[in-house]
T-cell receptor
Framework: DTGVSQDPRHKITKRGQNVTFRCDPI?????LYWYRQTLGQGPEFLTY????????KSRLLSDRFSAERPKGSFSTLEIQRTEQGDSAMYLC????????????FGPGTRLTVL | KQEVTQIPAALSVPEGENLVLNCSFA??????LQWFRQDPGKGLTSLLL?????REQTSGRLNASLDKSSGRSTLYIAASQPGDSATYLC?????????????FGQGTELSVKP
């Protein structure tokens, strides 16, 4: 197991289009997190799952954002009707709750909205 | 509401120097605290995690300390090398969500000059 993977690594889209990102966590990890990072800032929490259950969603997340983790394994993050302000790095992390709780991050998906 | 602050925002040192990066947090009810490294355009690499009951953790040339009463953590890097150049981020989770979402500081950009 080589760690958390994310696909695609880069996405360029036009304003108003929908985009979907995928995250594959470390296989035995039961928690999966999504964060967003803009240039010069620390990552900002979006949402997280424990197994299939979405336990928390940021109040900053508009209704255009939705995330799923249907079988408690991989997760998808969808952004509908993208806006230029959505341009950012989207980071996924996973952890094993009840063990070390260390969050391990993937390489991120860089989204550019034109 | 948890807030995490890192000072300074940027630091430049000559190779071989020992250095300390600072992190402060507003709410002492933390579950754990993590230090990460981020290279430009990349994801985050976990360096050290300190549980709320611990005072410090060490890994190689890195030593992280935690003082909940003062709301501070420090990351000590011994004998710095050019390869240590990166942005260093600290992040906390709180007891309210038992190690769920991380709240990040804005990071300290470290440059180690040969």
């Amino acid at each position: 197991d080589t760690g958390v993977s994310q696909d695609p690594r880069h996405k360029i889209t036009k304003r108003g289009q929908n985009v979907t990102f995928r995250c594959d966590p470390i296989s035995e990890h039961n928690r999966l997190y999504w964060y967003r990072q803009t240039l010069g800032q620390g990552p900002e929490f979006l949402t997280y799952f424990q197994n299939e259950a979405q336990l928390e969603k940021s109040r900053l997340l508009s209704d255009r954002f939705s995330a799923e983790r249907p079988k408690g394994s991989f997760s998808t993050l969808e952004i509908q009707r993208t806006e230029q302000g959505d341009s950012a790095m989207y980071l996924c992390a996973s952890s094993l709750y009840g063990s070390t709780d260390t969050q391990y991050f993937g390489p991120g998906t860089r989204l550019t909205v034109l | 509401k948890q807030e995490v602050t890192q000072i300074p925002a940027a630091l430049s040192v000559p190779e071989g120097e020992n250095l300390v990066l600072n992190c402060s947090f507003a709410d002492s009810a933390i579950y754990n605290l993590q230090w990460f490294r981020q290279d430009p355009g990349k994801g985050l690499t976990s360096l050290l995690l300190i549980q709320s009951s611990q005072r410090e953790q060490t890994s190689g040339r890195l030593n992280a300390s935690l003082d909940k009463s003062s709301g501070r953590s420090t990351l000590y890097i011994a004998a710095s090398q050019p390869g240590d150049s990166a942005t260093y981020l600290c992040a906390t989770s709180t007891i309210y969500n038992q190690g769920g979402k991380l709240i990040f500081g804005q990071g300290t950009e470290l440059s180690v000059k040969p």
